[in-house]
């Protein structure tokens, strides 16, 4: 069968922006990833934070093709492969595996997820953060080093989620893997305690009765 392979922003400048890929009955999305990275290899050590979409829909790795399917592959909105935004769902599975290794005893993963009650109790129906992109992604660079610096050996990632997020997705996810958990755990709170207090992102919460309500802070 066969499918057209679209790809985005840096993806597309290691690769191209369409290409036609001829695959076996029954192959998956990762098939497809694998068919292009065969035809652009310098889009393999990007795998490990691309997601994916079918017929303009989100669709995870294994999920099957058939003839005439239109496949993306797209990268997050800015930052590198630890530490960045993005406006798509936050793939956390993908994350931990990113970030855990195997000298690594302990991984933390810590998930933020909007949610439908606010702090006053009225019914939240979505969320909607805003970000200084430039300096956002700077900061999340800065603050993964800084883990490293402080608990040598343990590593960290971190996404946050920009622009509209619905009641009950991941809104900002963090790993972070240690040779024991008492390193983990701590390195997991640092990471959060200084997004709080340092990331310009800001939140818009939309209430059912209409109103708006925009705080600093993830």
Known sequence: MRVQARCFASLREV???CTELE????ATLDDAWRALARIHPGLEPHRRYVLTARNAAFARWETPL?????VAFLPPVSGGDDAFLTDRPIDVAALEAQVAGRPHGAVVTFVGRARELADDGRIVV???????????ERVLAEIVAGVRERWPGTEAAVVHRIGTVPIGDVAVAIVTAAMHRAEAYEAN???????????????????????EWKRPGA
């Open 15 to 17: 690769s191209a922006a």
């Open 23 to 26: 695959l076996p009955p029954g």
């Open 66 to 70: 058939t003839n005439g399917d239109e």
């Open 126 to 136: 979505e969320l909607d953060y805003e970000a200084y992109p430039e300096m956002a």
């Open 189 to 211: 709170r640092f990471v959060i305690e200084a997004i709080k207090e340092r990331l310009p992102v800001w939140k818009r919460e939309r209430f059912a009765d209409g109103s």
